[in-house]
């Protein structure tokens, strides 16, 4: 795997981490909560190599 | 918001309801292999990485199955699936790898030519994941690839695709299109190493000819040809004039142009002694204002909304009730490729290319396109490939 492709997988992996870490703070907004979890599933699936 | 706890709670277990039926199915097809039946032809089987060792241990990575007759004579490379959601292109090479006997010369078969997109998918069009074609023997199932590779592979895209070796700068998703990375170079992406391995076996075999196969949208003005360049030209008119006399069907001439840069009928023609031809056969299923994407209209080609654009003569094909179905489409690429290896033949008799068992375009179109593929459970499992 090139090293580009693998910065880009740590890059991925620290969004998923960022938006991870949002969803567990936020106490207020539902929509928020789902909109974090939408976010991730390209990003889990990224990193699963799945697609 | 009351109860955080469980409407997070809640909201994970949408989550994983989402992600893992969803994931598993995009896992499944990326690992589901096609197998393939080596005909009486097949002489030998290799990898294009033994052509260019950046491929190996990769996606992109794919078996080249080599076709000799008993008689030397000249060699003709068979290319498909360079764009994988064209599967007419992929059933033709099938077709013919499973069953011509080559009398003279050679034939070399790369039936999916970007193997890293025929593992990619497109459910942002809603492609099906797979579609079936129906034989003797029951329904032979194939992936339904992407035109472009899968970022699994090749990541990330560059903002802009600068072409090597003209610089032209190309879209950026085109670095993922083998179709616009020849002749391409042994370090340079996934994509390019896969062009330029297909080179050096044009290079080192001393390949005569290159038939690139694809489909076309109807609302696509290069549909339904043979695009040739200025070398590529004569040969590819005599065919063009020879099928729509003798088989009935039209496939014109389209001129490969110059100034437009990547593409297999222009690159190889310049990079090498080869002559490049591409054949398009329409593929309603790839124009944008039709109906859903579904398995029924992959095969059959037919579509209201065509229909009615075509009452308006907005298609470039003529477009009836009939559609344009799969068998029409594998049975004109396989006419065509007989009839440029013909004409090739009859111009350099040293370097001819004969070739039997290959049906024509009547004989699919009465007899279906599954009738020629062999049996994967009645055959020598030293002959079954999995692709």
């Known amino acids: 795997m090139p090293i580009i492709m693998i910065l880009y997988y740590l890059i991925t992996a620290y969004l998923v981490v960022l938006v991870a870490w949002n969803f567990i703070r936020e106490k207020k907004k539902v929509e928020d909560l789902a909109q974090y979890l939408l976010v991730l599933i390209p990003l889990v699936l990224r990193i699963l190599r799945i697609k | ?387």
């Open chain 2, 1 to 387: 918001m009351k109860r955080p706890g469980i409407v997070k709670a809640l909201l994970i277990f949408l989550f994983f309801v989402l992600l893992i039926p969803g994931g598993l199915q995009l896992y499944r097809h990326r690992h589901f292999d096609i197998p393939v039946v080596a005909g009486p032809g097949v002489t030998r089987v290799v990898r294009l990485s033994d052509f260019g060792p950046g491929l190996k241990k990769t996606m992109a990575d794919t078996p080249v199955y080599f076709l000799e007759g008993k008689e030397p004579g000249g060699k003709a490379i068979l290319l498909s699936d360079t764009h994988a959601n064209e599967p007419e292109g992929l059933l033709a090479t099938l077709l013919i790898l499973e069953n011509a006997v080559v009398e003279k010369g050679t034939l070399i078969i790369i039936p999916q030519f970007n193997h890293s997109a025929s593992r990619n998918t497109r459910p942002g069009d809603g492609y099906p994941l797979y579609f079936k074609i129906s034989t003797d023997w029951g329904l032979k199932k194939f992936r339904m690839g992407n035109r472009d590779a899968s970022p699994l592979d090749q990541w990330p895209d560059p903002d802009v695709y600068i072409h090597y070796p003209d610089r032209q700068l190309l879209s950026y998703i085109d670095v993922r299109n083998v179709n616009r990375t020849w002749p391409g170079r042994p370090d340079g992406p996934l994509m390019e190493k896969v062009t330029f391995a297909a080179m050096e076996i044009m290079r080192r075999e001393k390949v005569d000819i290159a038939v690139d196969i694809h489909g076309a949208e109807t609302m696509f003005p290069v549909t339904n040809c043979i695009v040739a360049p200025e070398k590529s030209i004569r040969i590819a008119t005599m065919a063009a004039l020879t099928v729509k006399a003798k088989e009935g069907f039209d496939s014109h001439v389209e001129p490969s142009p110059s100034g437009f840069r990547g593409l297999s009928h222009r690159e190889i023609g310049d990079y090498s002694d080869t002559l490049p031809f591409l054949l398009e056969a329409p593929i309603p299923f790839l124009d944008q204002p039709t109906g859903p994407k579904t398995e029924k209209f992959l095969l059959d080609g037919k579509d209201p909304f065509l229909l009615s654009l075509a009452r308006k003569k907005k298609l470039f094909v003529p477009y009836d009730a009939s559609g344009w179905p799969l068998e029409k489409r594998v049975g004109q690429h396989c006419s065509v490729t007989l009839e440029i290896l013909r004409q090739y033949s009859k111009k350099n008799p040293e370097r001819s290319i004969l070739v039997r068992d290959v049906p024509r375009y009547a004989e699919i179109v009465q007899n279906g396109v599954g009738r020629y593929f062999h049996d994967p459970a009645w055959a020598d499992k030293d002959k079954i490939y999995l692709n």
